[in-house]
C-alpha cells in the first residue's frame, strides 16, 4: 500500500527535526554525522511517521500520536485503543534501496514497551513524499524469529519482508 504524505504533515514533520536536531542521540548515529544530518534523519523517520498517521486516519482507526518533547526520546509513535486493550506502536522507516530488512536496537526492544512495529519504505520525487507500507509485527514475533546481527554498529534484531504481516490485517488485530 503507498500513500502521499499530505502537506500539512510534512511541514509538522519538518518543524519537528528542526527543533530536535541538537537534541537527537547519537546512538543512531552510524551514517554521515553532523548536525545538518541528524535533521535529514530525524525528518525521514518523522515523514514515516506522518504517513502511518494519514493511514490510520484514512481507515478510522483510534490513535493518540506521541507529543513527547523534542528534547527528549519518544517511548512510541503512537498509542492505538483497540478493543479490549490499547498498544503502542513503533514506525521502522527505510529510506535507502539497500534498506532490505526491519532493525530494531536489541537494547531498544528490551527497554521499550512497543507492542507493534510497522515497517515503511520512503520515496520522494520532487518534494512528493510518499511511503509504502512494507508490512507490520508484534514485538513477541520480533523475539520469537529471534534474529541478532550486527553489522558494525550495534546488535539488531532483524526481520525480513517476507516475515511481517500485510498491512491491512492490522486494523483486524486491534
Known amino acids: 500500500m503507498e500513500i502521499t504524505i499530505k502537506k500539512q504533515f510534512i511541514e509538522e514533520a519538518l518543524k519537528y527535526a528542526e527543533l530536535s536536531k541538537s537534541f537527537t542521540s547519537d546512538t543512531h548515529d552510524f551514517h554521515e554525522g553532523g ?23 484514512e481507515n478510522n482507526i483510534n490513535f493518540k500520536e506521541d507529543k513527547s518533547s523534542h528534547e ?12 479490549p486493550q490499547k498498544y503502542l506502536i ?15 536496537m536489541v537494547k531498544q526492544l528490551n527497554r521499550k514497551k512497543i507492542d507493534i512495529y510497522i515497517s515503511v519504505k520512503l520515496s520522494n520525487f520532487q518534494n512528493n513524499y510518499k511511503i509504502k507500507i512494507i508490512g507490520w509485527c508484534t514485538k513477541q514475533e520480533i523475539l ?26 492490522l486494523k483486524s488485530f486491534f
Open 35 to 57: 548536525l545538518n544530518a541528524k535533521q535529514r534523519k530525524m525528518f525521514e523517520g518523522k515523514l514515516g511517521e506522518k504517513g502511518i498517521k494519514q493511514f490510520f486516519i
Open 90 to 104: 513503533d514506525v521502522k522507516t527505510r529510506t535507502q534501496k539497500f534498506h532490505i530488512r526491519t532493525l530494531e
Open 72 to 83: 527528549d526520546a519518544d517511548e512510541y509513535d503512537f498509542i492505538v485503543f483497540g478493543n
Open 144 to 169: 520469537k524469529i529471534n534474529r541478532i546481527e550486527n553489522n558494525g554498529y550495534l546488535d539488531n534484531y532483524v526481520l525480513y519482508d517476507n516475515e511481517l504481516k500485510n498491512i491491512n490485517d
